[in-house]
Each structure stands twice: as C-alpha cells, then as structure tokens.
C-alpha cells in the first residue's frame, strides 16, 4: 500500500471528518459573528468555499488525466486556472469594472516565472510537473494581489484627507497616493516571508510532504520545497508592487464614494 494512501485513506471516515470540520469552522464563525467591513459574515463563505472545494477537485481530479495527454489542452486548463484566479481576485479588491486589472499583477509574477522555468529545463511542458506548479504560483500571486489591493484601498479611504494634503503640498495624485498605500500594500508580503522563514521548523509545506509520501529523499524534497518557496516571494514580490501601482494610478479602484469620488481618483 503507498505511504499516501495508508496516511490519508480515501473511505467514509474521511467523508465524515471532513464534514465535521467544515460544521465547526461554520459555527465558530457564526457565533462569533466574524464578518468583512461591510458587514457580510464569513460563515456562509466558509460553508460555500468548502463545498466549491470538494466539487472542484473531484472535477479537476477527472480533468487531469486527460489534459497531461495533449499540450493543447494542457494549456488550454492552464489558461482557465488563471482566468479563475484574476476574476477572484479582481472580485475580492473591488466591486466595480476596474477588477480586471487584477489579472496584470498575476500575469506579471507568473508569466515570466513559469517561461523561465521552461527554458531552463527545470519544469518539463507536461501536465504532470507543469500544472503543480503553475498552480501553485498562481495561488501566491492571487493572495498577494488580494491582500495588496484591499489593504491599499481600505487605506487610501480611511486616510483620504492625507492624500489631499499631499496634493496641496504638490505632490502628483500618484505619489501622494503611493506614499499612503506603500506601507499597507507591502504587508502582503508577510505571509510569504513568515513561511519561508520558518519553513523547516513550524512548517512543512504541501510540496515537501507530498514528496515525501510520493516515495522521493528527504533531500529531494526540501530542495523542491525551498523552490518552490523562493519562487512564491518572487512572484509575490511582483505581484504586490504591480497591485500597488495600478492602485495608485486609479486604475484599480472601488466604487464611488460617499462625497462623489472614486477611491482611486
């Protein structure tokens, strides 16, 4: 029997566990009435994300088989998962026609990674080693761009008046804006830097531990790890900076405000 399978086996227990978790986060955060600024609360988006998740997989896991075939549809798939990922993230940052921007940031971080990859010969163009990890940069690059863009807007609308100072000391609406939102953006970057930082001794990441289980040396699979680590803070440093930009040229903003302005105005 493979490690994998005698670790995690795929039964009714599993089904029921799985279940049982996904009952207690709903419940926890329903009755500590955990909710976004705009009052919308998480539970419900915890019930859906988890139920979207277990339908996902079994899709994406029929899905695989066929698009490692053909580099056609390989790509094809490729293109889907980063359609996904920008109208998530476009749609976390803003509710208005500017979330599209959403997909610079994440073509910025991923496009030149993944190509670099190729050409280098460290990622072979098949569906079994390209997939994993694109997907994984993808997911990096999305939370740093949601993370980026909703702390630089959440910032640039409470701290609105120090803008317009900035403009009355005659600074460009770019860089008053860049000057508020810097910080705030930056910290997107933590979540990264945190795991990276610890990997090893609070953490043992997916990659390393699925190539364990896969049979690999323990010395194969930190070096994929940190791989694949290094890689994440590059395209999240990508990311945010990108995120940050279109920010603070108001090209990615909310919706109108109170006082008839768009946030990025």
Known sequence: MPLAAALLPVNATLGVVLAVLLVVAVGVAA?????????HGYARAIALAGVRAAV??????????WVVRAVPLLLAFLVLMFAVAARTAGRRVTDNHTWWWAAAPLAAGVLPTVLALLLTGLVPLKGV??????GILIGGALTGTVLAGRRALDE??????????????????????????????????????DQTRTVGLVTLPGAFVGM????????LAGAVQLFVLVALMTVQAVAVAVTLELVARGMLHRSRTPLGEAEGD
Do not use: F, K, M
Not at 212 to 219: D, E, F, H, M, Q
């Open 31 to 39: 009755l500590a009435r955990l909710e976004d600024a705009r009052g």
């Open 56 to 65: 996902q997989l079994a899709v994406v896991s029929v899905l695989i088989g």
């Open 129 to 134: 080693a390209l997939v994993p990890v694109t």
């Open 156 to 193: 640039l609308r409470t701290r609105h008046g120090e803008v317009e100072a900035g403009l009355a000391l005659g600074l460009l609406p770019r860089e008053a804006r860049l000057e508020i939102a810097r910080p705030a953006a930056s910290d997107a970057l933590l979540p990264g830097l």
């Open 212 to 219: 364990l289980l896969g049979g690999a040396s323990p010395v």
